[in-house]
């Protein structure tokens, strides 16, 4: 199988195909065996790769993390129906990587999308969530309020409306060697965010058969499904990191999602845009080390 391992690049871990239920997903694993377990859910259009520089600090803290490729994406299964992608599927498969290393729970991390997945998994299944951290991406409640009332908001969110064009999307990210998919991460983000190295491994990743239509179809099922959450008050402990010059997403976004918390608290970077994992990797790794403390963690 192509695509990026660990073994690939300066991350630490190993490797490993684990079957979640519905599919296999590849993920990375690191930190001592009886750490308490981390899950790290990238977002879109990344892979387990979007925390290389977290999954060190982590594991040197005593915790045992998990980077899954989530579904679609990379090595992951590649499931071609654009419903295999409901949100609710997204949530299983970490409830199924849990099963699958004999966890109850695990401190959830998320970016992007994987703030959403995360997010979901907090609102019906709670119980596996010892804490949450979403990285710049809203409540699932909040955005679809937003595109109706502010324009502003609309207008940043127009890719999400071209997603739902059949095949042209795919067609148009492959074309002069995945141009418009590394542009639209490098203007969006500080100029020490990626290097030319990062984006060939992400372009091994996109270029894996299946993978970017699968990335599209995260797009297109919550528009074709209308998929909602069935609740919209989260219980886990919360944290909402926001780098404030997001490109997608508009600030007031941050405190509106943290509002749907019962216990929540809003950290808003004013010198990072929706990239700050990769633009501040050693503070997001110190926010989430003091907050799986806090909570009663290593």
Same mark, same amino acid.
């Given at each position: 199988m192509t695509g990026l391992l660990p073994s690939e690049?300066?991350? $630490?871990g190993t490797s490993r195909s684990v079957d979640v239920g519905e599919v296999r997903l590849h993920t990375v694993v690191a930190g001592p065996d009886d750490g308490e377990p981390v899950v790290l859910l990238h977002g879109f259009p990344e892979c387990w790769y979007a925390w290389h520089d977290i999954v060190e600090p982590l594991a040197a803290a005593g915790y045992r993390v998990f980077a899954p490729d989530q579904r679609g994406y990379n090595r992951s299964d590649k499931p071609e129906a654009v419903s295999a992608y409901h949100p609710d599927a997204l949530a299983g498969d970490v409830s199924g990587l849990l099963g699958a290393v004999a966890a109850a729970d695990a401190h959830v991390v998320g970016h992007d999308w994987g703030a959403l997945v995360g997010r979901w998994l907090a609102l019906h299944t709670p119980g596996r969530v010892r804490t949450l951290s979403a990285l710049n991406v809203p409540h699932p409640a909040v955005p679809r309020r +937003?595109?109706?009332?502010? $324009?502003?908001?609309?207008?940043r969110s127009w890719?999400?409306?071209?997603?739902?064009? $059949?095949?042209?999307? &795919?067609?148009?990210a492959r074309r002069n060697d995945w141009r418009r998919a590394v542009a639209s991460m490098a203007d969006t983000s500080r100029p020490e965010a990626f290097?030319?190295?990062?984006? &060939?491994?992400y372009r091994r990743a996109w270029a894996v058969p299946d993978a970017f239509r699968s990335m599209i179809h995260w797009y297109r099922v919550v528009f074709r499904a209308n998929a909602r959450p069935? =609740?919209? =008050?989260?219980?886990p402990s919360t944290l909402v990191l926001w780098g404030a010059e997001d490109a997608f997403l508009r600030r007031p976004l941050a405190a509106k999602s943290s509002a749907y918390c019962d216990d929540g608290r809003l950290v808003l970077w004013e010198d990072a845009t929706h990239w700050l994992h990769h633009e501040h $990797? &050693? =503070?997001?790794?110190? &926010?989430?080390t003091r =907050?799986? +403390? +806090?909570a009663g963690g290593s």
């Open positions: 690049t300066d991350c $630490p +937003a595109v109706l009332t502010d $324009p502003r908001q609309l207008l890719y999400g409306g071209f997603f739902q064009l $059949p095949r042209l999307p &795919e067609f148009l290097d030319a190295t990062d984006f &060939e491994r069935r =609740r919209r =008050r989260v219980d $990797p &050693e =503070r997001v790794a110190d &926010e989430l =907050r799986f +403390a +806090a």
